[in-house]
């Protein structure tokens, strides 16, 4: 069992910055990948960043150069790092991660790009 609790979410101006937590606990001794995807309202969840455990990442074509994905394995935590934000990145935001065959995500939290 692992349990994903996200933080960080609000309203920031078009431009603003934001950075999201993610507070992971249960067993991560075997996970490898975690990630975030956002889901906008009418849209399908998508994904927006991963991070493996040798420090890989990989992220969706539209955040590129502007959010950054980080892991504190000490802490059990993985962060985004969202800058330059668009009205276009309003979306819920989840935390996910997968182990033995289970999917995992957290309760979201709600980012508000909006002058």
């Known amino acids: 069992q692992v349990q994903l609790v996200e933080s960080g979410g609000g309203l920031v101006q078009p431009g603003g910055s934001l950075r999201l937590s993610c507070a992971a606990s249960g067993n991560m001794f075997s996970i490898n990948a975690m990630a975030w995807y956002r889901q906008a309202p009418g849209k399908q969840r998508e994904l927006v960043a991963a991070i493996y455990r040798g420090g890989y990442t990989n992220y969706a074509e539209s955040v590129k150069g502007r959010f950054t994905i980080s892991r504190d394995n000490a802490k059990n935590a993985v962060y985004l790092q969202m800058n330059s934000l668009k009205p276009e990145d309003t979306a819920v935001y989840y935390c996910?991660?997968?182990?033995?065959?289970?999917?995992?995500w957290g309760q979201g939290t709600q980012v508000t790009v909006s002058s």
């Open positions: 996910n991660t997968n182990l033995l065959g289970n999917t995992y």
